[in-house]
């Protein structure tokens, strides 16, 4: 009975561990480099695009090798205190300390920041059968809790590694540790977390909202990352270890190893919704303007009447909110005319008069270009 007790359990713990090692490469290990490329720039992002103290800028890029069972974020769902100090604060020590405590994560790794909103960063990891994720995190500096990141992106599907390279494009992420929806938002904390959301051209949905860009589709990438696999040469004598590094032989060509036959892309099938994987790497580095229409506010209050001759003029105004940028469509009249007592001016000729000698002052005080764009509405209003 015991043996049979103890068969059952090598057996269940045989099961348990043949689910869990899903990886089933020839090779046991695989290298590999990630590049993180920064492409937040004020042509991509015209819109309150962060220039000074401080300028826009990634933080270090804190990174997990790890299985299935580990989750250093995922969309949909609340963060770990760890990664809110990093998500708010772009601290990386509790964070990276955290990673290396827990039992589903055989690396924590931390490339250096991109100082600028464009630029690269780089760093090499190793993956294992037993480990075969990677998840990443970048901090947008200067935000609320934003962030852009992998979330357990799979190196071994169907047998084989990531070939590579293969890039993705990132979008922000609202990590849901803060309530600020712009660059330089005062701290105003959640509590408790809610779950991580992407952020759109339209959420949320608010003109004040620092990527609030409804005129477009989707929001240009801010960021994009490019996995390659590494092949690591060990020096003359070594012996030529398991696993994915290349031989180097002193002997005869015939005799030295050969690289494998390039294999075709594996498609990125375990890709989720909020970054799409690049198969063509030829138009990859190219920034398209994003155009950001004038925006201005609901016309005021008319003024008070300016009733010299009975049929004066009231004024009204409006104030631009958003300059145009990057060729996005010109503000409209800031200034709306209107006869004050139309019906007067059209019964006695002299009031005519004086409503026209009125509107012709009235014309005279704004610059021609100001007095083109209000053409429209003064000819609703010029009495001829």
């Not at 959420?203 to 960021?223: G, K, Q, T, V």
């Not at 040469?233 to 012996?239: H, K, S, T």
């Not at 004024?315 to 019906?343: A, F, T």
Request: proline share 8%.
């Amino acid at each position: 009975m015991i043996g049979q007790l103890s068969l059952v359990s090598v057996v269940f713990i045989a099961l348990l561990g043949g689910v869990r090692a899903s990886c089933r490469a020839p090779e046991g290990d695989m290298v590999y480099q990630i590049e993180v490329h920064g492409d937040w720039s004020p042509h991509s992002f015209p819109k309150q695009y962060p220039k000074f103290r401080p300028n826009a800028q990634f933080s270090p890029v804190v990174g997990a090798v790890h299985n299935s069972d580990y989750t250093l974020w995922e969309e949909g769902s609340a963060v770990s205190r760890e990664f809110a100090y990093f998500a708010n604060d772009a601290v990386t020590s509790k964070l990276v300390n955290s990673i290396k405590r827990d039992p589903g994560a055989t690396t924590a790794f931390v490339a250096s920041k991109i100082k600028t909103g464009v630029g690269k960063t780089s760093k090499t990891f190793t993956a294992s059968r037993d480990f075969q994720y990677v998840s990443i995190a970048s901090h947008l500096i200067p935000s609320p809790d934003w962030f852009v990141g992998i979330s357990k992106l799979d190196l071994c599907e169907g047998g084989q590694w990531l070939q590579g390279p293969t890039t993705f494009d990132l979008r922000p992420l609202d990590a849901g540790t803060d309530q600020g929806f712009m660059f330089t938002s005062p701290d105003y904390a959640e509590d408790p977390y809610k779950p991580i959301t992407q952020i759109t051209n339209t959420f949320p949905d608010h003109p004040a909202n620092s990527f609030y860009y409804p005129s477009l589709n989707e929001l240009p990438r801010i960021a994009h990352v490019t996995i390659s696999r590494v092949n690591v040469e060990p020096r003359v004598g070594e012996a030529f270890p398991e696993g994915p590094l290349s031989a180097v032989s002193e002997g005869p060509a015939a005799a030295r190893p050969q690289p494998p036959e390039p294999q075709p892309e594996r498609p990125a099938s375990n890709v989720p919704s909020w970054f799409h994987a690049i198969t063509n790497f030829d138009n990859s580095d190219e920034v398209e303007l994003t155009p950001v229409d004038c925006g201005v506010t609901s016309w005021g209050r008319w003024g008070r009447c300016d009733d010299t001759c009975a049929v004066g003029v009231e004024r009204r105004y409006r104030i631009v909110q958003q300059k145009p940028l990057n060729g996005g469509r010109k503000c409209d009249s800031l200034i709306e005319l209107r006869i004050c007592n139309i019906r007067l001016a059209l019964k006695k000729p002299q009031k005519k008069k004086c409503a026209n000698k009125k509107m012709k002052k009235e014309r005279k005080k704004y610059n021609a270009k100001q007095m083109k764009k209000m053409n429209a509405s003064l000819n609703n209003i010029y009495i001829v």
